[in-house]
């Protein structure tokens, strides 16, 4: 909590007027029931109504006055703490974007967005209490003290004794509560899981008929998170009659024992009066100070997990001496690459070495899971691999800065990702200036064109969220295109094609090869129409370089090969 602190220094000036205005609020507060014993003691006893009036109507200025400054007082610490929660935010999200995929399996997406959204208002919600009452309430406390002990010091040891029953009451309450908070976050995390699993899921959860189960899986995270709320709650609800008690006993006694003592002489009515309201003042502000002490804990719970994501420090960094490749545009050399993912055993790919040039095509294919998406991941540096490197443009990937490496690359993912905007603005992704013209032109070579003007609005047609207004091979088409309207040395291609019918993949190929005569092409595929015509094809298997060649050549040397291509091309097909 103290070292999120840290980001209230903007606020220095606003910190200091809330200081500066609760103060005098609480200055203001502390004068008045001394103002009100003067006006019964000095004014009603003696019939003075000239007094009255007078000290009546300073009275009201000097509410005034307080009710005044409580006001830009509570005004500027709710800008403040507002302030301080988008800063948080926004340096949680700067931070979250420079993680390598690694990071986010770490702590999840579900647990990364708690943290950036209820965590933070957490910490927001009690700095914006603690501004108020952290100031406020330690002065009324001194101050009501020292008015009472004015007032009356023998009336004191009446409060002295009411107050060991209150301290001692909040302390076991806090003594419960504070570690339920914890726990409070950990469920919310799970509910927030849960709840996001389903919503992106719904379309298998329907057609699984797993509703039932679903909803009972989503029950149990929600009650584990009701359940803990409504014991703190309980605890919370509990507290505030029973401190209400402790004050109106301790009321009883003060009016009964200054009964006595204005019937001895010893004090005036006003002056007993006050010293009530002084009695109120200060046990109000332990009580706030005590909530406090209980918010504050849950605050921490929510501090030390913001700490934790900005802690992370990202295992994929820029290098401090970055070099700048030469002139070559395209080039990929792998040399000995072994790479596994974190916490797993075996080796995702190992030993790969190949090297790809501009005007080439270089086909990936092999079974699922045999590794082929794992090692077009690390060209763009998604992963540092464990051994041997990687090249670009003959410069290590890892000595590049990533803007760099990245800017060469054009990339399409395995599955689709598509943002909420337009089509053209999807496109134009890839390169932020891109005219219309280099727009309609990279959606014609993408083959989309066809179905972007067939749409209402053309290239202005919205994108739904994640694209699911579009089709598989829509959304496949469109990325594509986002790739191609920057005029990279490099492009990668993850089964990009998968979801299109045989013509439009062979179109799309056609005119993509026209396209891309300048630059190296990946491209990943499962199909052996897709491959059959690379300059060289990569047959991958559990990892390994099983045969590296061209189609012709590989169907001789290659077992792999062959039976992947028999599996899909009938004996003519292999023939001719
Ligand atoms: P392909 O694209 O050829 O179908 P992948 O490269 O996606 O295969 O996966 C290769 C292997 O790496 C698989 O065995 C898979 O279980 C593993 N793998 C893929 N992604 C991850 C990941 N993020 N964390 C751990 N293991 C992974
Ligand atoms: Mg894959």
Redesign the pocket.
């Known amino acids: 909590m103290l070292r999120l602190l840290r980001f209230l220094k903007p606020y220095s000036w606003n910190i200091f007027g809330v200081v500066a205005f609760l103060f005098g609020q609480s200055i203001a507060s502390l004068y008045l029931p001394t103002l009100m014993a003067d006006i019964v003691d000095n004014g009603m006893m003696s019939g003075d109504i000239g007094y009255i009036w007078r000290f009546g109507v300073y009275m009201l200025i000097v509410a005034f006055g307080s009710s005044i400054c409580s006001v830009i007082g509570s005004y500027l610490s709710a800008l403040t703490g507002v302030g301080f929660g988008r800063d948080i935010r926004n340096r949680v999200f700067v931070h979250v974007e420079n993680y390598s995929?690694h990071e986010f399996?770490k702590y999840g997406t579900a647990s990364l967005i708690t943290r950036a959204t209820n965590d933070i208002t957490q910490v927001q919600t009690v700095l914006v209490m603690g501004l108020r009452f952290m100031i406020f309430s330690p002065i009324m406390m001194v101050g009501g003290i020292i008015m009472a002990l004015v007032k009356d010091r023998h009336l004191t040891l009446v409060l002295l004794a009411a107050l060991p029953f209150m301290i001692i009451f909040m302390g076991i309450v806090a003594g419960v509560i504070v570690p339920m908070f914890g726990k409070m976050q950990a469920r919310l995390d799970r509910v927030n899981l849960v709840l996001r699993e389903n919503l992106t899921g719904i379309r298998v959860i329907r057609a699984f008929n797993r509703q039932r189960s679903e909803n009972a899986r989503f029950e149990v995270a929600n009650r584990e998170l009701t359940d803990v709320s409504i014991w703190v709650n309980k605890i919370m609800a509990m507290m505030q009659p029973i401190m209400m008690l402790i004050m109106n006993v301790t009321t009883l006694a003060i009016i009964w024992y200054g009964g006595l003592r204005v019937g001895q002489n010893f004090l005036q009515i006003g002056d007993m009066m006050a010293f009530l309201q002084y009695a109120m003042l200060i046990m109000f502000s332990i009580i706030m100070v005590a909530i406090m002490f209980i918010m504050i804990p849950r605050a921490q719970a929510s501090a030390v997990r913001i700490n934790e994501v900005l802690d992370l420090k990202p295992e994929i960094v820029d290098p401090v001496l970055a070099k700048q490749p030469g002139d070559q545009r395209g080039q990929v050399e792998f040399q000995d690459v072994t790479f596994s993912?974190?916490?797993?055993e075996?080796a995702?790919?190992s030993h790969i070495s190949f090297a790809a040039g501009p005007g080439e095509v270089t086909a990936?294919i092999?079974?699922?899971?045999?590794?082929?998406?794992?090692?077009i991941?690390l060209i763009p540096r998604f992963y540092d691999i464990d051994s041997g490197c990687i090249l670009v443009d003959g410069v290590d990937v890892r000595e590049m800065t990533m803007h760099d490496l990245r800017r060469r690359i054009g990339f399409v993912p395995?599955t689709p990702i598509l943002f909420s905007g337009t089509i053209a603005e999807n496109v134009r992704y890839g390169k932020d200036d891109a005219s219309d013209e280099e727009v309609t032109y990279a959606a014609e070579v993408a083959q989309a064109s066809e179905f972007i003007v067939a749409l209402p609005d053309g290239y202005d047609s919205e994108v739904a969220q994640g694209g699911t207004n579009l089709s598989g091979g829509q959304k496949q088409r469109l990325s594509i295109a986002r790739a191609l309207v920057r005029k990279p040395g490099i492009y990668i291609l993850?089964?990009a094609f998968s979801a299109l019918d045989f013509k439009t993949d062979a179109r799309l190929r056609a005119a993509l090869k026209k396209e891309t005569t300048a630059s190296t092409v990946i491209i990943?595929a499962q199909r052996v129409g897709t491959v059959m015509d690379a300059d060289r094809i990569i047959v991958?298997d559990g990892?390994q370089i099983v045969g590296i060649g061209k189609h012709r050549d590989l169907l001789d040397t290659c077992q792999v090969y062959r039976e992947i291509v028999s599996s899909q091309l009938s004996e003519e097909e292999i023939a001719g």
């Open positions: 995929l399996d993912y974190p916490g797993a075996m995702a790919i990936i092999g079974g699922t899971g045999s590794g082929k998406s794992t090692l991941n395995q993850d089964e990943v991958l990892g």
